[in-house]
């Protein structure tokens, strides 16, 4: 079987991991692993692990290493992730991106794409985002899945996060610059870093990361 192509993808909260992930896992045909996805199936379903992290989640704080380290060794052992995966929320940290090289082994990272978005274009973008509960398409406050709260794509309830509260977005932003930017020093240092002009229309950041991604041979 070919190698595992991983590919990491970061940025701060808003900066479009979630739309662009989607996207790419499409044209490169391996699966989009959102841990934010994973843990907020897990609160809605009420499982076990939900209930224990529902309240770190609405308060916009990390959860356990060892839990999402547990959830993702999981998810990489399902049939879709052999050929590979995009990587969005995971890693977060150094440690997490310890335990994510251990997990894979020898198919390591591939690419890590930073989402460059400025600050106060994503405390905007988030305070506006209305989300699906069901299947996650992702709306604004002034869309009319938003004002009906029925999702045009599944019919689920459409809803505001309650990590995007204001109080929760600076928590959040903050849990970033202290835990997650020092990983873009990480993959840097192995030669797997680039950037993402996160600040255009997504379908042009999309086109943007397609060219980047062929001229790593990927995709
Ligand atoms: P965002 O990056 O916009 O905060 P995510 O959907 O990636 O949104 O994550 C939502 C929440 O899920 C985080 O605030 C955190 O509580 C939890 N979470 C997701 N991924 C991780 C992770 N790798 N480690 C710890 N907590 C995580």
Redo the contacts with the bound molecule.
């Keep these: 079987m070919s190698p595992r192509v991983i590919v990491v993808v970061l940025g701060?909260?808003?900066a479009g991991?979630?739309t662009q992930c989607k996207r790419l896992a499409q044209h490169l045909s391996i699966p989009h692993v959102?841990?934010?996805?994973?843990?907020?199936a897990a609160v809605r379903d009420r499982t076990a692990i939900g209930l224990e992290?529902a309240s770190?989640?609405d308060?916009?704080?990390?959860?356990?290493?060892d839990?999402?380290n547990r959830l993702?060794a999981a998810r990489f052992a399902e049939d879709d992730a052999q050929r590979g995966a995009l990587l969005?929320?995971?890693?977060?940290?150094e440690v997490?991106a310890g335990a994510l090289d251990a997990i894979l082994g020898d198919d390591g990272v591939k690419l890590c794409i930073n989402l460059d978005v400025p600050n106060d274009l994503v405390a905007a973008r988030?305070s506006s985002r209305r989300v699906c509960q069901e299947c996650g398409a992702i709306y604004r406050d002034s869309d009319i899945e938003a004002i009906s709260g029925t999702c045009s794509v599944c019919g689920g309830d459409v809803i505001q996060?309650a990590?995007d509260l204001p109080d929760?977005i600076l928590q959040?932003l903050e849990?970033?610059e202290r835990d997650t930017a020092p990983l873009l020093a990480f993959y840097d240092q192995r030669g797997l870093l680039v950037r993402g002009d996160g600040d255009q229309d997504p379908q042009e950041v999309t086109a943007d990361i397609r060219e980047t991604l062929l001229e790593r041979g990927i995709g």
């Design positions: 701060k909260q808003g991991k979630g959102s841990t934010g996805d994973i843990l907020r992290v770190t989640l308060a916009g704080q990390l959860v356990s290493v839990l999402v993702v969005d929320g995971f890693p977060r940290t997490q988030l996060r990590d929760a959040r849990v970033y």
